[in-house]
């Protein structure tokens, strides 16, 4: 690894170095906004069809719009054509990966670490910002960072940085107390395979801090969200998903669709930003007699719970009606677990050997 901050450099070039790669982060973050907003909804990232537009009256962007961060300032956060206002989530991603792309490049130097890092950074970014839109991480960002997992691993059996089966011992590691948290419906499945991605970059040692970060930040920060949310929501919200719930299950049984009578049938899904998303491969057929009509209880419940975010929903119906129902609020994990994972890629030796010395 060859410092930024090396003697051998004029601080001239140190300076440079810096901005050129501020510069670079910031434009990396533009398109990386692009990707989080179109991959939800499977469109292509480019193309001409695609110029990016304003979303209010759909006028096409000019090079000048689309100066990363500068152009948000110099419009005063608004459109040059109609001056809706511009969501400002456009320059915190851009500031974002320019100041990790930045922290990167004077702790690691240049380096394949630094490419990692950069790779890395834009991964999180996006697993953050779909987490934060649709309370999912996709799949793909994690398997980038499994990816840059089995690299690291290789680069460690020729430079013996760590032993190479630190790797593989951090995906293993991790992955069992995150899979019994999302068991309990603390975590869910994306934040799992997160994390063992994380684990097989990062080694045992780094996975450890890169956790134990995720988990305070998150616990402060979902804290922090409950405060805001009206008191009284959550009683709300039960309420009328019994009600909706049990409307719904009389339309099923007049269909002649029901829980079979020795059974139990629990249907799990969540809502947010008042869609519920309760999956219709969630029913066991063996507890039916016919198949419910489970876009039709989504149906009902989006459209009456518009107001609710991010409540985890579950029914519990027997033969005979809808017996328990329970909303529980959730907490987006990604961007709190992205924080821990990125600060333990750069710092983790330095935060063990902090933590090591307190005690
Ligand atoms: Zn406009």
């Known amino acids: 690894m060859l410092s930024i901050f090396d003697e051998r450099f004029p601080m001239f070039y140190t300076v440079i170095f810096i901005v050129m790669t501020f510069v670079l982060g910031a434009v990396i973050g533009s398109f990386l906004n692009v990707v989080i907003i179109r991959t939800p909804r499977h469109e292509p990232i480019s193309g001409t069809h695609n110029r990016s537009h304003c979303m209010s009256c759909g006028h096409t962007l000019s090079p000048l719009d689309l100066v990363p961060i500068f152009s948000y300032i110099f419009l005063g956060g608004k459109c040059r054509y109609c001056k809706a206002h511009i969501s400002p989530r456009y320059w915190i991603v851009e500031l974002t990966a320019a100041l990790a792309f930045t922290l990167s490049v004077c702790t690691l130097g240049l380096s394949i670490s630094l490419v990692i890092a950069f790779v890395l950074a834009a991964a999180l970014i996006v697993a953050s910002g779909i987490d934060i839109d649709r309370m999912e991480i996709p799949y793909g960002c994690s398997i980038v960072i499994a990816g840059l997992g089995v690299i690291a691993t290789i680069i460690s059996v020729f430079t013996g940085d760590m032993p190479w089966y630190d790797h593989l011992i951090g995906a293993a590691a991790i992955a069992v107390p995150f899979a019994l948290l999302a068991m309990f419906g603390a975590m869910g499945g994306g934040d799992v395979q997160l994390m063992a991605a994380a684990g097989l970059l990062l080694g045992w040692k780094n996975i450890i801090p890169a956790a134990a970060i995720g988990i305070v930040l998150g616990a402060i920060g979902g804290s922090l969200e409950l405060l805001t ?36 049938e629990a249907l799990y899904g969540s809502i947010f ?38 409540f985890g929903i579950s029914l519990v119906l027997t033969n005979e009606k809808v017996t328990k129902v329970t909303c529980k609020r959730q907490v987006v994990f990604g961007p709190y677990l992205s924080v821990g994972i990125f600060a333990a890629y750069l710092f983790g030796s330095t935060i063990v050997s902090w933590y090591m010395g307190l005690l």
């Open 229 to 264: 949310v009206p008191k009284g929501t959550k009683k709300l919200a039960k309420e009328k998903s019994l009600e909706i719930a049990e409307k719904w299950y009389e339309m099923q049984k007049e269909n002649d669709v029901y829980v079979l009578t020795d059974k139990t």
């Open 273 to 310: 930003k008042g869609k519920s998303d309760i999956a219709p491969d969630c029913i066991d057929p063996k507890c039916w007699n016919g198949t419910p009509d489970i876009a039709k209880l989504n149906e009902m419940l989006n459209a009456e719970l518009s107001e609710v975010s991010k």
